[in-house]
Nanobody, 126 residues
């Protein structure tokens, strides 16, 4: 049974940093496409970042480019999302998800992902 578990969320001041983790069981993330999504209250879930399973290519939505970094640690079977220079508009529940394909789809369709974690809350506030 595939399970994804996010951790690392919390309350941080504007300009601060957090590192989210997505740990997997029941599957290896070595060559899996993993996406990070977020959902703020009253808003649709949106794609934030993706790392492809085939070549490890990384993608970011425009609003986080230059601030967020996605990476993979094969030894720990974990994917990370390093978030720097956080802004209040980054406040949301963050989810990781395993993609159906060995590549990232920048349309950020949730239907392109078939396993999801339970989410971790990130709150950016002073």
């Amino acid at each position: 049974q595939v399970q994804l578990v996010e951790s690392g969320g919390g309350l941080v001041q504007p300009g601060g940093s957090l590192r989210l983790s997505c740990a997997a069981s029941g599957t290896t993330l070595d060559y899996a496409t993993i996406g990070w999504f977020r959902q703020a209250p009253g808003k649709e879930r949106e794609g934030v970042s993706c790392i492809s399973g085939n070549y490890g290519n990384t993608y970011y939505t425009d609003s986080v480019k230059g601030r967020f970094t996605i990476s993979r640690d094969k030894a720990k079977n974990t994917v990370y999302l390093q978030m720097n220079s956080l802004k209040p508009e980054d406040t949301a529940v963050y989810y990781c998800a395993k993609g159906r394909f060995p590549w990232c789809t920048t349309a950020w369709l949730t239907s392109d992902y078939n396993y999801w974690g339970q989410g971790t809350q990130v709150t950016v506030s002073s």
